[in-house]
């Protein structure tokens, strides 16, 4: 493995909340990494952790090993794969990580095909906090001859990775089934904080009701907490999210099911972006049980 990793170059595009993370854990275990931002100052502090910034996508992936992207939706990562054309070649893995949707994610494959690269659907379940421990679960759908060469990558990234098969689209599929209870979870804990604070209970009460009982749980815990303290550091956008619940949507839309929590959910984050939340995370939909202007 360590031969491997020595040998190894790896392209990162997108150094944002969960793309930075990855990029420092890969040059922290040695693996030869280049990083590019649209915005570059982002990509700039991975510079003290041994990643080489530059300034185009090309010159990002000329002479990859692996290109992985960490954007925010299947359009913009096209957008940036074309621009990174003239400095790919035939044969490189691209670990496509973005959250890209049903109708999202042939484009990717088509333009994978068309530049003869290796596609793997890897999206992630995990926030900041997992990225920046090297902790993320990734799920991956690629061919199996690719698995040991992205090896070094992915332990550098992740915690666990569950390859569910080998056909583009099977990992896209599982990662919104599994985004759905996040979003789900999410609100419940946005929604009981708001209801405790109008109700006059305290949120405290409330958790040590449900402590240790079925009902509880660690994300609830930290999603309150965050309301609780009016801590709303970014793991996940309220942006993103909304983002994301519209994808599990449109989905369940392609095969007949209807996902009216996911809707109810998207438009919450929706009013909560509205109100000035966009950027911060998304248990900021709290403030979307509340009328615009007030609830802060």
């Known amino acids: 493995m360590a031969d491997l990793a020595d040998r190894t170059s790896v392209a990162v595009l997108g150094t944002g909340t969960m793309g ?11 693996l030869e990494v280049r990083v590019w931002n649209r915005t570059r100052a982002k990509a700039e502090p991975l510079a003290e952790d041994g990643a080489h ?8 992936v000329e ?10 939706d299947g359009p913009t990562t096209a957008e940036i794969i074309r621009a990174a054309a003239p400095g ?21 494959a088509a333009l994978a095909q068309e530049y003869r690269l290796t596609f793997i659907d890897a999206p992630v379940l995990g926030t900041r906090q997992p990225a920046e ?35 583009p ?24 904080m708001a209801l405790a604070d109008g109700l006059g209970v305290d949120p405290g009460a409330f958790l040590d009701a449900i402590e240790g ?14 309301i609780g303290s009016g801590d709303f550091t970014p793991s996940f956008a309220v942006k993103t999210a909304e983002k994301d619940a519209r994808l599990i949507v ?12 996911v809707a109810a959910g998207a438009e919450r984050f929706r009013r909560a972006a509205r109100q000035g939340h966009a950027d911060e995370d998304m248990a900021a939909s709290y403030y979307a049980s509340f009328d615009e202007g007030t609830g802060d």
């Open 20 to 30: 930075a993370p990855m990029a420092r854990n890969l040059s922290r275990t040695g």
């Open 53 to 60: 910034v530059v300034d185009s996508p090309r010159e990002a």
């Open 63 to 72: 002479g990859a090993d692996v290109v992985l992207t960490m954007l925010y």
């Open 88 to 108: 790919l070649r035939p044969g490189q893995l691209w670990l496509q990580c973005t959250t890209a949707g049903l109708d999202g994610l042939p484009p990717l």
């Open 133 to 167: 421990a090297g902790q993320l679960l990734v799920l991956a759908a690629g061919p199996r001859q690719a698995q040991s060469r992205l090896a070094p990558v992915l332990d550098a990234i992740a915690g666990r990775t569950v390859w569910v098969g080998e056909e």
């Open 169 to 192: 689209g099977e990992a896209t599929r599982l990662k919104l089934v599994c985004n759905t209870w996040v979003l789900t979870v999410t609100h419940g804990a946005a929604e009981v």
């Open 213 to 226: 009982g079925t009902l509880d749980m660690g994300y609830l815990r930290i999603k309150a907490k965050a």
């Open 250 to 261: 449109a989905a369940g839309e392609q095969v007949g099911v209807r996902m009216d929590v």
